[in-house]
């Protein structure tokens, strides 16, 4: 039997993502009401995080739990992947003693060998090239308000051309908006990504140094850390090159009154982003914090078939 995996956005097609959206939200509803819903009793997820982190680890494992599975934390002491087992092994011996596997790696060719050899759903909670369930989350938090009006959206990213950018240029191969990456020269996102997501034709995409020409008339604008795990070494270099870049009072007076503001957290605040943007009206960070563990949840029903 085939398995589908969510490796990265594309791995949906556009109406699978809105289908998807849809179940989001009906399963929203359901726990904030605390309903009894179980589609995993029985069922063991094997959560590996060769990379840590707090939202994935603790919306994954409320999320399964809450649909009545057993989610199983693997630290990074405790795998050592790539030196003490790899990758491969790992998945095939997961898929015998579990029925979805969820990894938050460093590599993302680490993530393309679970792909090839586990027998059981594989979920990508983020690699250094992409992190699907965060902009599936994103796009889910918009959809909330725009429903399925896409098409006249304008996406602004502010920052690092990092994996984050590289999802949503892979969504805009399927989904259509125009989005916008403003960022240094030198720090532009994966040029290959770029040009297949324009092979596609469907969405307008831009890659931009100049942060108030670019923000025009922006009905999200978006942001992360300048420097990722992995990068803090770099964290002085880095704050002189993107300062111009941070999100303030002054960028977002260029964008539509009603933008959104979003940023994947965890936050720097007044680097990328000053208190006055973060803790503002138009900001629904933790919204979208929060649709981390809806999202996850139908993609976890949708990829089970347990819909």
């Not at 890659?207 to 942001?223: C, L, M, Q, R």
């Amino acid at each position: 039997m085939s398995v589908k995996h969510c490796i990265k956005v594309d791995d949906f097609s556009s109406s699978e993502i809105l289908d998807l959206f849809h179940l989001a939200s009906e399963l929203k509803l359901k726990y904030r009401k605390k309903e009894n819903y179980q589609p995993f009793k029985n069922h063991s997820m094997a959560m590996i995080f060769a990379k840590p982190s707090a939202r994935t680890r603790v919306s994954f494992e409320t999320g399964f739990a809450w649909m009545g599975g057993h989610a199983i934390y693997l630290a990074p002491q405790d795998i050592g992947l790539g030196t003490r087992e790899s990758a491969s092994d790992l998945a095939q011996l997961l898929s015998r003693y579990n029925d979805m596997i969820m990894a938050r790696v460093f590599s993302h060719s680490d993530m393309l060998e679970f792909e090839r050899h586990a027998t059981v759903p594989v979920i990508n909670g983020l690699t250094d090239y992409n992190h699907p369930c965060q902009i599936l989350t994103d796009m889910f938090t918009i959809w909330e308000q725009k429903k399925d009006s896409f098409q006249d959206l304008k996406i602004v990213y502010v920052g690092d051309g990092n994996n984050i950018v590289n999802s949503w240029i892979r969504l805009a191969s399927i989904l259509p908006f125009e989005f916008t990456c403003i960022c240094p020269e030198g720090y532009e996102p994966d040029a290959d990504t770029i040009t297949y997501a324009k092979s596609k034709s469907l969405s307008t995409i831009n890659i931009s140094n100049f942060p108030e020409d670019g923000v025009k008339d922006a009905d999200v604008i978006y942001t992360d850390v300048w420097a990722s795990m992995g990068q803090k070494e770099e964290t002085n270099k880095r704050m002189k090159i993107f300062s111009p870049y941070q999100v303030n009072r002054e960028l977002v007076n260029h964008a539509k009154d009603n933008y959104m503001f979003m940023h994947c957290l965890p936050a720097e605040r007044g680097r990328e982003v000053t208190d006055e943007i973060i803790d503002s009206s138009n900001s629904v960070v933790f919204e979208q914090a929060e649709n981390r563990l809806h999202t996850q949840n139908a993609i976890m029903v949708s990829l089970a078939n347990k819909a």
